[in-house]
């Protein structure tokens, strides 16, 4: 791909490679991906605040009629909207006898118990207390201050995203046997794409990536085609920053689709029954055209979201067996470094 720097690059959506290199002839990146480069990202943004806010899942799948439930970190969290169609959150066992109550339904915003009849409209009652609950527009996050143990935030670190009016999102969700860390550090490690995912990606150049010295920007500056059909690409400049210690994004800065993110975000969810880690990852696409005929594609959002999901799937089946693997060296002691 040619990049010809910000004011030579393509301005044409699609491309047509002119020479495909076959995969085991691409310039090997190895030696560019240094760990102490990827684990010095890392560490500084397990360092970042968090305010103990955590991703649950997609805004969409918070709804009036039951409870979105899920486990963050071994906490039960309910989460479902109120009569005003606002965000409510907190804990998923029933004070009372402990029903599951994401098996209750819930009648003009309120969550009723199906064992006893227990109602909670998203105030203290009876023992049990809400969780701070944000909807960014896309993702819903919950606060949980015992699990976090940080200072509280009172809103979340959500990325700068296109506007939600000219934009299409889509939301993955998929789960691995890893930390978050795991996830992140992937993430943190842009050299591996066209090797690993050759399917989506090629020509991948990482034009710049952080020192981690004071000042200078954190993030890794790639150049790499998105893969459409045969010879066929789309020609983009990215950047990854990791603005918080379980989120990673990636940001279009140059060539189609300037502004539209992809974010990452790894819940801890607890152990399985052998004490294994597991995590979640959210990742939500935010993506945005100047072009007329994006609005065709906004239009199709029903039709396109199941498509964006699965090509998000494809290449977390591939980044959730990295990141498993990641976790298995380092709990034995033999990851490198």
Known sequence: ?????????????????????????????????????IAGALKRAQARPSGNWYVVGAS????????????????????????????VAGPGICPHLGAPLRDSPVRCGTLVCHWHGLALD??????????PAHDDGVLLWVRLDAVGGEPPLDAPVVPRRPAPARALTAVYAGVGTCEPEDVVANRLDPWHG??????????LTVAGAPDGSHGSEDGFTVDVSFKVAGRLVVPVRAVFTAP???????????????????????????????????????????????????ALARGAAP?????????????????????ERRWSLRSTGRFPG
């Open 1 to 37: 791909m040619s990049t010809g720097g910000a004011g030579g690059r393509r301005r044409l959506p699609l491309s047509l490679r002119r020479h495909a290199v076959p995969w085991e002839r691409q310039r090997p990146t190895w030696r560019e991906a240094r760990p102490a480069v």
């Open 60 to 87: 969409r799948d918070v709804r009036g009629d039951r409870p979105l439930a899920r486990t963050v970190a071994g906490q039960e969290v309910v989460a479902w909207r109120d009569a005003a169609g606002r965000p």
């Open 122 to 131: 998203g105030v203290p009652f009876a023992g049990w207390e809400p969780f």
């Open 194 to 203: 066209a090797w690993f995912h050759p399917y989506s990606f090629v020509d």
């Open 244 to 294: 918080g210690p379980r989120t990673v994004v990636m940001r279009i800065t140059e060539g189609e689709g300037v502004g539209s993110v992809v974010e990452t975000h790894a819940t801890p969810l607890g152990t399985d029954e052998r004490g294994r880690p597991r995590t979640a990852v959210v990742e939500a696409v935010v993506a945005a055209s100047g072009r007329p005929g994006f």
């Open 303 to 323: 039709l396109l979201r199941p498509l964006v999901r699965a090509a998000a799937g494809r290449l977390w089946r591939d980044d959730l067996a990295y990141a």
